[in-house]
Structures are given as structure tokens and as C-alpha cells.
């Protein structure tokens, strides 16, 4: 294999969207609209789970935003939040029925529902993912909801855990573009030679691990796997960028402070300090150039 098909096959997903999808980048009207709307399901999470004395946290990109922005970073389009697994455990309890004519909250494992973290989805509304434009569910807008969890001790046993977590979930991924191709990716690859080359690849490994697993299989395993039930002095959150990504000492995400978010008091981690250098580097504070900005896409979103 040459190095041009290296290049392309192992560029992320997120890459070739804001690269070749420029078309569907949200406008800055659509942005703002967006904005509310997610702005409104969080107050909605943070007021359920202020009643029902469950700890939350403003995660990720929505953190940096709290941090940086006191609000949503300019460009962003979504909102994480994060629990620890016994958090979460109250919070699935009663959300769904609290919420019934408003949100529905969808886990992993659920029917037609192929992520490794739930979601908070709201009703009566559209928002269609390109690599999701195959499929016919949940195609809301939604917030994510990453679970914090007890993580195996530095070794080899965590080590092989997180490969095998990391495996299978981009095994779940590429059986999806097998059996659920996207239009939208599809029309584009006719056109345009690197989103061919990137397609046509992930389908074929799709095609190998449909027949040696499928969706499901590769989806319980990491359900399985993002569960350790051993106390250690390390937490992690295997459900985001990868599983190793965000794991850091205990304390960091168990104490916990207020910042703002668009002139809403949201709960942070105290040390968010070191949890944000850890996802974004040390000089996350600075803006990036326009170059080095991740631009979000949508094929269809409607309020």
C-alpha cells in the first residue's frame, strides 16, 4: 500500500466531513439557532439533575467553550456532558418519564441505536449526521452523555482492554457504512477521488466485520469492557475520543466547581485545568486559526 492510500484511509471521519462536505457547514444563522435550542436542553438536564441531587459535568468541547468562551465555542455545534456510572444510573432512572413529551434518552444496545455512549435526544426535531443519512432512527437533535469509569491501574491490562475497546468500536463503525451507506457520502465519492478511496475502504472492512461479528457483537463488547468494577485511583471516559484519551487520576473528576455557560451556572471539574490540557494541550486558552478549526456538518437539520 502506498503512502497516498495511508494518508487517506487513515484520515478521521470528522477530517474528510469539514474537508470535502463544505456545502453542508451550518451557516451562521442556522449556528446561532442551534445554539439556543442545545442551550435550552442543557438547562433542562442541569434543572432535573439539580432536583434530583445528581452530579453532571460539562465535558470536552462544551467545557473548553465554559472556560474559554463562557458559552459555546463559536464554531461548535453540540453539547457534552459527563457522569460517573453511579450518576448515571440515577439519572437513566427517571429522565425518560420526566421528560416524556420532550426528550427520549437512547443507551447503547438500544434497537437501531449503533454509538458507545447514550444520548439526549429531542423530540420533534431533525438533525441527520452525513455518515447517519443510511440510517432512519434517532435522527434528532441530541446532547451526548459520556460516563466517567473506574479504569484498570497503568500495565498491560489496561493497555489490552483499551485496544480491544478501541477495536471494537471502529468494527461497530464500518459495519454501519456497510449495511447502512450513506447517500449523501456516496453521491460525494462519484466526484471526488479521496472520498472514494476513504468510502470504499471502510465498507470493505465493514463487509469483514459484519461476517465475523456485526454491529451488535462489537457494540456488547465495549459495553462490557468500559465497565471495571475495581475501585482504582484512575478514572477515564471510554466512550469519547478513544478509551485511554481521557484517563486521569481520580481526583480530577471527582471534585467539582461552578462555571458559565451562556450565562448559566453549569458544573465543572475543579482541576478542569488539567483535564483540558490533557484533551487540548497546554495553550488550549488561545483561539486557533481558521485553518486549524474543526467545522462541524449536517445534511438535514430542522427546529
Known amino acids: 500500500m502506498d503512502a497516498y492510500h495511508i494518508e487517506v484511509y487513515m484520515i478521521s471521519s470528522k477530517k474528510v466531513y469539514s474537508t470535502y462536505f463544505k456545502e453542508y457547514?451550518?451557516?451562521?444563522k442556522t449556528l446561532e439557532q442551534l445554539h439556543r435550542e442545545l442551550l435550552q436542553i442543557l438547562v433542562d438536564i442541569k434543572e432535573y439533575c439539580d432536583e434530583q441531587n445528581i452530579d453532571y459535568m460539562v465535558g470536552g468541547g462544551t467545557l473548553l467553550g465554559t472556560v474559554r468562551h463562557k458559552g459555546f465555542i463559536p464554531w461548535d455545534d453540540d453539547i457534552d456532558i459527563m457522569m460517573t456510572r453511579e450518576n448515571y444510573i440515577k439519572?437513566?432512572?427517571g429522565f425518560s418519564e420526566y421528560f416524556s413529551d420532550k426528550y427520549l434518552l437512547v443507551e447503547?444496545?438500544?434497537?437501531?441505536?449503533y454509538c458507545k455512549m447514550p444520548k439526549i435526544y429531542k423530540k420533534n426535531t431533525t438533525y441527520i449526521e452525513i455518515s447517519n443519512a443510511g440510517l432512519d432512527s434517532?435522527?434528532?437533535?441530541?446532547?451526548?452523555?459520556f460516563i466517567l469509569e473506574n479504569v484498570p491501574s497503568p500495565g498491560i491490562k489496561r493497555t489490552i482492554r483499551a485496544k480491544i475497546y478501541d477495536i471494537a468500536y471502529k468494527g461497530a463503525s464500518v459495519c454501519v457504512d456497510y449495511l447502512y451507506p450513506s447517500p449523501v457520502i456516496e453521491n460525494k465519492a462519484v466526484a471526488n477521488k479521496e472520498v472514494a478511496e476513504y468510502y470504499k475502504f471502510r465498507r470493505k472492512l465493514g463487509k469483514l466485520f459484519t461476517i465475523f461479528g456485526g454491529i451488535k457483537f462489537y457494540l456488547k463488547i465495549c459495553e462490557k469492557l468500559a465497565k471495571y468494577n475495581h475501585s482504582t485511583n484512575w478514572i477515564g471516559c471510554p466512550s469519547g475520543i478513544s478509551y485511554e484519551r481521557e484517563i486521569l487520576p481520580s481526583h480530577v473528576y471527582q471534585e467539582i466547581e461552578e462555571g458559565e455557560f451562556c450565562g448559566v451556572k453549569v458544573k465543572i471539574p475543579k482541576q478542569y485545568d488539567i483535564y483540558l490540557k490533557n484533551l487540548y494541550g497546554n495553550d488550549y486558552?488561545?483561539?486557533?486559526?481558521?485553518?486549524?478549526r474543526e467545522y462541524h456538518v449536517a445534511y438535514k437539520i430542522e427546529f
Open 285 to 292: 486558552m488561545q483561539i486557533p486559526p481558521l485553518e486549524k
Open 108 to 113: 447503547p444496545l438500544s434497537p437501531g441505536y
Open 91 to 93: 439519572f437513566s432512572k
Open 25 to 28: 457547514v451550518l451557516d451562521g
Open 138 to 145: 434517532y435522527n434528532m437533535l441530541f446532547v451526548d452523555v
